[in-house]
């Protein structure tokens, strides 16, 4: 068993993996994520966030990966009619089958039943989950301290995570209106879901600024919250802030499970230390700070 399997298995990941599959087979309505992280006897909280980083996918892909293995399984019996794997598996109708087939696997339903070696390869590789086929292993610099909690003027955006600087520009200008723009002391985000795998339009994520101790209220849709407070793990990102999601797999991969500490419900954060217009992208520096119990 590989050690991304072994810790699949200890976190609960592999019985997420088996009830899924369990769904499919009965043709059953698929769970909600919260359910899910309660299978896997994860805290909701960052469930989806250890999900992908030891699987390498979403849940969603996932159910995709293995509709198509089972798919392929029913098209390997004799007298199979795609029709009917189609909507055994899933899919409202054959051309569905089809669509998946040519955009997965790069083969027609047709095809993938006539040849066994071209079936049998892509049941090999849908048999586990994508990440296990990347080698992203690296030493990593991880420092375990306590932050200092800090309170940030936040804003909640929707859209395209190439647009994040429109927010902060909106929370730089109510701070500038108040005179407390000159009193910038943190900038960070929070990533609600994960950039690399919605719509850009469906992007979610809160901007926040911190200024210090403020006195009043702010106006809405901006709020005040608190990050930091208790241990957290720290790894310095170096690079596009793009790749922040990429380097938190790493992390939640490679460095949480052997390392005796276990998450936090708290938000995970990135703290951005350098101004991407005045910093060029390969040299750009950010926090990646991960709540410990």
Not at 149 to 166: E, H
């Amino acid at each position: 068993m590989s050690h991304l399997a072994q810790l699949r298995q200890r976190h609960g990941i592999d019985r997420v993996i088996e009830h899924l599959q369990a769904c499919l087979r009965a043709g059953t309505p698929l769970p909600e994520l919260e359910t899910l992280a309660s299978i896997a006897h994860q805290s909701p909280f960052h469930f989806h966030r250890l999900y992908r980083a030891l699987t390498g996918e979403t849940p969603g892909r996932t159910v995709a990966r293995l509709r198509l293995l089972q798919a392929l399984q029913l098209l390997a019996l004799a007298e199979s009619r795609i029709t009917d794997v189609a909507l055994s598996v899933g899919y409202e109708s054959p051309q569905a089958l089809a669509r998946a087939c040519r955009q997965a696997l790069q083969a027609t339903p047709s095809a993938l039943r006539d040849d066994a070696v071209l079936r049998g390869d892509w049941q090999q590789r849908l048999s586990l989950p994508a990440g296990d086929a990347v080698d992203d292993r690296v030493p990593l610099q991880v420092r375990v301290t306590a932050l200092d909690p800090f309170d940030v003027v936040v804003l909640r955006t929707r859209g395209a995570f190439d647009d994040l600087d429109q927010a902060f520009g909106r929370i730089h200008a109510w701070a500038a209106g108040e005179g407390l723009a000159e009193q910038l002391q943190q900038l960070a985000g929070i990533a609600l879901n994960d950039h690399r795998d919605v719509l850009p339009d469906a992007c979610l994520f809160d901007c926040a600024m911190g200024f210090g101790p403020l006195q009043g209220q702010v106006p809405a849709p901006l709020r005040v919250m608190t990050l930091g407070g208790g241990d957290h793990a720290v790894l310095r990102h170096v690079g596009s802030y793009a790749g922040l999601e990429t380097a938190t797999d790493v992390l939640l991969r490679h460095w949480l499970p052997d390392s005796g500490r276990a998450l936090r419900d708290a938000p995970l954060y990135y703290q951005y230390l350098d101004d991407p217009e005045e910093v060029p992208e390969a040299i750009l520096r950010a926090d990646i700070c991960i709540p410990l119990q």
